[in-house]
């Protein structure tokens, strides 16, 4: 089982930035990919940003040269630095995590609305 806690999320002016932050933590486990996924209301829930199994990094086509996703060394945590915002990033944002057994697990979400 792993856990997994967020914390960063906010209300924020249109063009101001945020930090998002996971960190995993558990018995055993060794992750595969992580990122972060975002869910608005009236929405699907979709990738905002995310390593990839290969170790790569996909961005969403909306939050391209605006938000970086980074890590720590032990791949444990993962970041999203959020700039430039507008109001339609407002969400509610998920850290997701997937192991290499195959499992999959969700943080509890955290609210980011950017408004003036």
């Known amino acids: 089982q792993v856990q997994l806690v967020e914390s960063g999320g906010g209300l924020v002016q249109p063009g101001g930035s945020l930090r998002l932050s996971c960190t995993a933590s558990?018995?055993?486990?060794?992750?595969?990919?992580m990122g972060w996924y975002r869910q608005a209301p009236g929405n699907q829930r979709e990738l905002v940003a995310r390593f990839t199994r290969d170790g790569s990094i996909n961005y969403a086509d909306s939050v391209k040269g605006r938000f970086n996703i980074s890590r720590d060394k032990a791949r444990t945590s993962v970041y999203l630095q959020m700039n430039s915002l507008k109001p339609e990033d407002t969400a509610v944002y998920y850290c997701?995590?997937?192991?290499?057994?195959?499992?999959?697990?969700w943080g509890q979400g955290t609210q980011v609305t950017v408004s003036s």
């Open positions: 997701n995590v997937v192991l290499y057994q195959g499992n999959n697990y």
């Open positions: 558990g018995r055993s486990f060794s992750i595969a990919a």
